[in-house]
T-cell receptor, first 114, second 111 residues
Framework: GESVGLHLPTLSVQEGDNSIINCAYSNSASDYFIWYKQESGKGPQFIIDIRSNMDKRQGQRVTVLLNKTVKHLSLQIAATQPGDSAVYFCAETRGGGGADGLTFGKGTHLIIQP | ETGVTQSPTHLIKTRGQQVTLRCSSQSGHNTVSWYQQALGQGPQFIFQYYREEENGRGNFPPRFSGLQFPNYSSELNVNALELDDSALYLC??????????FGPGTRLTVL
């Protein structure tokens, strides 16, 4: 799995702009990927997921891109709002999140500036 | 809100003591996973329970143990607490091999 550092990268964007958060995953056998949002004092909240047989999936204001060749995942948030401020984690697993559990990547702290 | 509840919210223990944390699953979910989240890091998988049996385990020592009850609620027990056990403990419920829904966590401080 991916090593986890003590310092979260930070991404600061202006309200209304689009943001892109990137993640590198480590296990070539992973076939299910999820983005979570975690606000201070709360548990991770599901945003969007994607399986390895897809390379793009869209939700409401969010898009996840998967590049299996370079083991890279990204989350695009359109027209960011103050409520988008949080720490964002990517997670990977095999078989949909079962017995192997989820392996979380390094989080990114997204700050929305007014 | 996910419907997953955890208790207590906060807990302070001293080194060497034992602790039990509790989790109530979202209605209809038969699988519970536990994660440890140290400050400034992502959650780390401890173990998962499915139909009252341990279904998978991460890289945690045996002093971390668990239970799942017939109503699918779950307990996480940690024996011989160490200072490094201070963390946010998260419970997630799901159907097997499906999206995991996280509770708000229990903040454990070991002094």
């Amino acid at each position: 799995g991916e090593s986890v550092g003590l310092h979260l990268p930070t991404l600061s964007v202006q309200e209304g702009d689009n943001s892109i958060i990137n993640c590198a995953y480590s296990n070539s056998a992973s076939d299910y990927f999820i983005w979570y949002k975690q606000e201070s004092g709360k548990g991770p909240q599901f945003i969007i997921d994607i399986r390895s047989n897809m390379d793009k999936r869209q939700g409401q204001r969010v898009t996840v891109l998967l590049n299996k060749t370079v083991k890279h995942l990204s989350l695009q948030i359109a027209a960011t709002q103050p409520g988008d401020s949080a720490v964002y984690f990517c997670a990977e697993t095999r078989g949909g999140g079962g017995a192997d559990g989820l392996t979380f990547g390094k989080g990114t702290h997204l700050i929305i500036q007014p | 809100e996910t419907g997953v509840t955890q208790s207590p919210t906060h807990l302070i223990k001293t080194r060497g003591q034992q602790v039990t944390l509790r989790c109530s699953s979202q209605s209809g979910h038969n699988t519970v996973s536990w994660y440890q989240q140290a400050l400034g890091q992502g959650p780390q998988f401890i173990f998962q329970y499915y139909r009252e049996e341990e279904n998978g385990r991460g890289n945690f020592p045996p002093r971390f143990s668990g239970l799942q009850f017939p109503n699918y609620s779950s307990e996480l027990n940690v024996n011989a607490l160490e200072l490094d056990d201070s963390a946010l403990y998260l419970c997630a419920s799901s159907l097997v091999d499906s999206e995991q829904f996280f509770g708000p966590g229990t903040r454990l401080t070991v002094l």
